[in-house]
Each structure stands twice: as C-alpha cells, then as structure tokens.
C-alpha cells in the first residue's frame, strides 16, 4: 500500500526534517516577495539620510574624517552584530523576530540622527540604525534561502537586491527634490531644511517593520542547543575561510559610498555651491542606485549561469576601478557631472555584483546546519574590514590628500580581487 506524502506544512519534529527542507517550487514566492517590499521600505528610510548625511555635516561644519570615522564605527557595530546574531538564530532556531526588531531600530536613529546638532548624536544615530541592520542582515537572507532552491538562488537575490535598491533609488531623489523645496521656506537654523526631510524617512521605516511583520513566512528549522560559538567558527569549512580572506582584504579598500557623495560634493562646489553641489551629488548616487537596481537581477541570472564566484570576481575588479578613478578625478580636479555620472555607474555594477553573490557564494561554501552563523561571519568580515577602509580614507583624505586616501583603496581592492580569483582557480 502506498504512503501518503506529508504535506509541506508538518512541523519538523512530526517528520524529522526541517521544515526548511521543503522548497516550493517557484523562486518569487510570498517570503521573497515579502522580502524585496521591506527592504525596498529600510532602505528608502536610511538611504535617504545617507544621501543627505555629507551636505548635513558640511552646513554642521563636520569634516570629511568625522564622516569617515563615523561611517566606520557603524559598519563595525553592524558587523559584529551580524555574527552574534546568526549564532543565536542557528542556536535557536527562530528569526523573525530578531529581524522584526532590526528593522524597527532603523528609524529610531533616523531621529537621534534629525535631532543632531553635533556629531555625538550623529554618531549615535547611525550606530543604533547599523546595529539593527546588522541584526537582520542575516537572519533576512538566511530566511530567503531556505524559501528557495538551490539552482535558483542568484535570480532570488538579484530580486531582493533590486527591491532594496528601489527603494535606494526612491527614498533619495524624493529626499533630494523636498531639500531643494525646503531651502526656499524661512529657516532660523541652516540645517533645518534637512532635518525635515530626515524627520520624513522614519515613516518608510515604520512601514518596513510592519510589511515584514505581514508578508513574510520564516522557514523555522529545528534548534540546535549544542552549538558552540567558537567551536562552530573553527569547524568552518577551509574553502570558505579562505574566501572570507578575500571579502575582507577588498573590504578593506571598499570605503562607504557617503565618502564617494562627499567627494562629488567636494568637486562641484567650486562651481556650483555646496548647497546646489551637495543636491547634485544626492542624484549622482541616486544615479547609482538605479545601476544597481537594473544591474541586479540580471546579475544574478549570470550567476545561476555561469556560477557566482566568476562574476563577483568581475563585481570585485570594478570596485577597484571605481576606487581609481575617484583619485584621479581629484588628482585632474574633475567638476564634469557627466564624467562623475560614469564613475557613479561603476559603483553602481560593482555593488549590484557585490550585495546580490556573496551571501549566494557563502550558501554554496557551508553546511545549512551554520547557514545564518556563516552569512553573519561574512557581514562580520565586511563590517570590520569597511570600518578599516571608511576611517582609513577619510583620514588620508583629511591629513594627506584625497588622491592618495582613493588611490589606497583601490590597491586593496584590487588585491582582494587577485585573491578571490586565486580561489576561483583553486
């Protein structure tokens, strides 16, 4: 007599697999879907304010290393989080609600942030909305992959990655068009025009925490009390490590993007004004952000089709260009919008390649078992090394030269590219 198939929705315990074990068959399905809206609504929260963060601090009167410092320590904060997060998720064995609290911490600092009248709260501000989106970063995309298949997963993530960076797009050109609307109002303060508009983006923030809260179906897998933290680390597999060698010598080098608007704000003032070169700058990454979001799913079919390191190996080689020409359009003293414009566009391919594989690369390197612990390591490795780059930077540029702070960058870059093409071929 045949045996009936246990429907998808039995709890792991009742058929001795996880629950994770059971795929359905098309990769856009409801938790991908859910997925792609909340980030789209987190990232239209805090892109905005970091679209808006480097003009805030020059009417602040905050100079390009306490941007970069700034930026740094909450890349750090989100990076360790990441790794302490997905041990308790693997440990555990529950997700969403760790997520759910992530995401509600992004526009709480988006306030600390709009209060800010000096770069304490400032800093406050961006750690707190860091430290939640370290929180999520990979229990979310832990959450994806075990919702879809194997074969499929570049086209998932090239999806959520696109979403997100929808909204990446939306949150600052909205953020940029109400600046330019706002500077004509009667202002005592000089930074008020931005404090307003910083004041709107909590409301997509909220609005996230409630889409994820609604749309999303975590695909619980069973607990695993006798996971240990270190030991977990050590039992790594040795390929992975070496991979997470290369994420973090081209992290290094891979400065925040607030840098890169800085530096376009810094190039058009003298034509321009800061006020209008800092609305410029705002578009030229909003710019970016539509590159990305174009370049994304395509990006990931390529790596469902060719396989994901070889193309984050191409992703990884446009960094490091990216990098170069930003020195030499301070070196040539570039204040051409069309010639920033392209190297925006570089940015652009090589963060869609970046956001959208290595997460893909990891999934393919480890064991499900230490699947969110492993995501956390590689947000770890990127945290830790982008603190290095983002500090590293803005204080050459400040001490030295913005030549030789973007110049640094992309030899590193380009190591850490040299590095994962070695793996690629081991």
Partial sequence: MPIPDKSPDLDASENGETASAVKPARWLNRTVAGVGVTSALGDFCYETTTVLLPGFLAVLGIPAAVLGTIEGIADAVASFTKMVSGYVADKLGHRKALVLLGYALTPAGQALIALAAGWPLLLAGRVLSWFGKGLRGPLRDAIVIQAIRPETRGRAFGFHRAMDTIGAV???????????????????????????????????????????????????????????????????????????????????????????????????????????????????????????????????????????????????????????????????????????????CIAGLYVAAQEALESTVTADMVQTETLAMSVGALGTVNGTAKFLSSAGVGLVWTALSPVLGFGLAAGLMAAGTGALLRLRHR
């Fill in 170 to 344: 939306a949150g600052p050109l909205l953020g940029v068009a109400l600046l330019g609307q706002a500077q004509a109002w009667p202002w005592q303060d000089p930074a008020g025009p931005f404090r307003f508009v910083l004041w709107l983006s909590v409301i997509p923030g909220i609005l996230a925490v409630l889409a994820f809260l609604t749309l999303v179906q975590d695909p619980e897998h069973s607990p695993n009390p006798d996971l240990k933290f270190f030991r977990a680390l050590r039992g790594l597999p040795g390929r992975f490590k070496r991979y997470l060698g290369a994420v973090g010598l081209f992290g290094v080098g891979d400065f925040s993007h607030s840098l890169l608007i800085l530096a376009a704000t810094q190039l058009l003032t003298a034509s321009l004004g800061i006020v209008h070169a800092a609305q410029v700058a705002g578009l030229l990454y909003v710019w970016r952000n539509v590159v990305q979001v174009v370049a994304s799913f395509p990006v990931g079919v390529l790596a469902d089709r060719f396989g994901s390191l070889p193309v984050l190996v191409a992703g990884y080689a446009l960094g490091a260009a990216t990098a170069l020409l930003t020195a030499l359009a301070f070196w040539f003293r570039v204040d051409s919008v069309a010639m920033l414009a392209g190297i925006f």
